[in-house]
């Protein structure tokens, strides 16, 4: 036998159950988000290169060492988007789209990072960018909708966690101090900072704050906040009187910088309570001068990515999914040739259903009915045929009913009803 082909490393395939039970999630969140006013766009799975090394920054983790990048046959520099703004930002302006605009999408990202759980690959995000509207009212609706999503979605054990980086100039200015106060705390003796954050001083000293080794180092170094101009101050109070406003429970971390360089104003993640390396949910905030990098005309925009595989992680245990509702079981030549236009009928009524494709014992079908999980088998024979109905049994507790067929459409609409109840 020839040796088995696997998925590619930090892939994944999502198997029935978990498929239905993200459906599920995701009609929740498109009907959450259309009532704030979304409209959902799809752009290329694989975008010019160019695309992103101009707007994340050329010295950003995702860039430097984590895109899939590739030459089509024209030789031209092509990757998959690792991530949805900048794509979502390029249609925006090739289309001509017209803001203020709420555009939404659920788009799959790839970056080639080290895999393990809730770190993918291949990964899904839900993501939202308002596009031409710059009011604290809208940085905090933002901030709402992603908490409130996560709510819908049945997660309570999160923390919003929000910051100010200010205007490109206060953050220059920032950039300054924090590396004088690395290099007279260097000078010291008092840190020596890993290889990478060595390298990151010379090109994108935020960074540094994020590093897992050195940023707790950091604890007494100077922050953004004090190096923001009053408006952009007052703008950041803003955000915070609307959120309290709505009852969000936020924190305000000052060292929260996130990864890529687009970021004005305000930041915010969105993190699981729970201690773990893979803990954010949710990283969003306000990128001014993207859409003018791009080549547009200035336009402000704020948004956010939710990483949709790491809020299935933090649900845990994916529910069992149940099978077609009815399977419709035959006993007899003639009843099987009647089952196959019952099945068509109940399937026409939309209610999920199937049968034994082979011809089968009564006991060998029941037997496929409960390995697929069917919630009743609709028997069939002769004699349930003459007296113009059907037999119902409920494959839990073997309960049996007759009933007629026009019947079987209520009888799963009320099954519907009770579970919801
Ligand atoms: P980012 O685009 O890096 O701000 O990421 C936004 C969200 O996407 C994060 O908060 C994560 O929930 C999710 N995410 C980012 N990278 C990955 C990954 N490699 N695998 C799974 N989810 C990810």
Redesign the pocket.
Known sequence: MSKRIQKPRGTRDILPDEYAFRERLLEKAFKILKTYGYRFIVTPTFEYTQLFTRTIGETTD?VEKEMFRFQDRGGRDLALRP?GTAPVIRAFLENRLIPPAKIAYFMN?F?A?RPQK????E?W?IGVEAIGMKDPLIDAEVIELGARLLQEFGLENFIVEINSIGTKDEREAYKRALLDYIGEMESQGEITLCEDCQRRKETNPLRILDCKIDGPKLQNAPTILEFLSEDSYRYFEEVQKYLKKWGVDFVVNPRLV???DYYTHTAF?IKLKEIGA?D?????GRYDTLVEDLGGPATPAVG????F??VIVALGNIPRIKGPFYFVATVGDFARGYGIGLLRKIRNMGVPADMSYEIKSLKAQMKIADRIGAVKAVIVGEEEINRGKVRVRDMETGEELLVEEDKLRDLYEEELKRKKT
């Open positions: 995702i991530e990202m970056r990072e809730g770190r993918y690959r990964f995000q996130r990864g890529l993640e893979q954010a949910l949710i990283g969003g956010f990515a939710m990483g595989d790491r």
